[in-house]
């Protein structure tokens, strides 16, 4: 198995500590389940060290007595499956809203996403074990080994969500052991919801009446409106990113590409949360005329991404290429950078463009 250096030297490196790095495009584009190491990473803090052998899952709260898991134990007692499901960034293509002024965080291209299939046990399976306690809109919170700013970082989801058959502890992904960067042993993998939601290292799982107090729940991944800055930000007045909007990207050709005129190929992907993509329009001329992309779909994976091809006959002279989807509900993504920015720079959906020079 390869080192982490090793991976790392093949991605686009955000930072070191934490560490965070995506993919160039065209390697998403590449296959439809992303190959592990062409995955992207996100990380709050260290990447924990863990000892499989040691290793518990804690599960307590509103519960019956309370367990305690070894991987064995995960394996054993509940039935394994694998789901097909795309992780995403609710930071993903936080660059392009630069050009509208300042955002704070990582400037991610279109890279803090990928598709793996994830195996491991429904989440549901072992709360169902556990024995819920208590009254409704309960939520189930999650603790991890590494530290963020001194605190374990922590996050929730809603009991239904939980509770769905699609939302696992994976050990697995694209059938191997969890690369340590991935959250080896044990994560979370909540699809259709922000990448923040699916823990990785996980240490606890809680059964609660509430969200999880911890600050990367409380205070971090709201969504804010425009005139709200970090000094005026009140993170219990945003709104909490749980399921990703409507989303498409350009994979192929590479921003500011050199193109031979003619018919050129244009390649990307394009996702609706817990939606289904209907459409991808591409234009070749900034958004003045549109044409049909060809779909590409794993109808066994309603949580995994839509790729999309479509030939633009491009003639010469300097051009913008741009994409824009259309979900199952009809709607579409906002024209403009403009149209979506926020001082945290979540949630780019604006029509992806790019320029290319075509001779
Ligand atoms: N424990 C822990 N889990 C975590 C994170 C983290 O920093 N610590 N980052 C989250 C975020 S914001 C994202 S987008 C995904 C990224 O998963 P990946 O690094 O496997 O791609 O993990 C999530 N789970
Ligand atoms: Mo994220």
Known sequence: MS????????????????????????????????????????????????????????????????????????????????????????????????????VSGDPWDGGAIGTADWTGVRLGDLL????????????????????????????????????????????????????????????????????????????????????????????????YPPDVTTETADPTRGHTIDVMPLNAAICEPARGAALRAGPNRIRGYALAGDRAVVRVDVSGDGGRSWAQAALEHDPGAPFAWTFWTVDLDLPPGEHELAVRAWDSAGQTQPALPDDVWNHKGYLCTCWHRLRVSVT
């Open 128 to 223: 169902s074990e556990a024995g819920i306690r208590g009254a409704d809109h309960r939520h189930v919170a999650f603790e991890s080994h590494d530290r963020v700013e001194g605190q374990p970082y922590g996050v929730s989801i809603p009991l239904a969500k939980a509770l769905a058959p699609e939302t696992l502890l994976a050990y697995a992904m694209n059938g191997d052991p969890l690369l340590r960067e991935h959250g080896f042993p044990l994560r979370a993998v909540v699809p259709g919801y922000a990448g923040v939601r699916s823990p990785k290292w996980l240490r606890r799982i809680t059964v609660q009446d509430r969200p999880s107090d911890n600050p990367i729940q409380a205070g971090d991944y709201k969504l």
């Open 3 to 102: 080192s982490l250096s090793e991976r790392k030297a093949r991605l686009i490196v955000h930072g070191d500590d934490p560490y965070n790095a995506e993919p160039p495009l065209d390697r998403l584009r590449a296959a439809y389940r992303t190959a592990t190491r062409d995955f992207y990473v996100r990380s709050h803090g260290d990447l924990p060290d863990l000892d499989p052998d040691t290793w518990r899952l804690i599960v307590e709260g509103d519960v019956g007595p309370g367990m305690q898991l070894s991987l064995r134990d995960l394996r054993t007692r509940f039935p394994e499956v694998t789901v097909t499901a795309t992780m995403q960034c609710a930071g993903n293509r936080r660059a392009d809203m630069r050009a509208v002024a300042p």
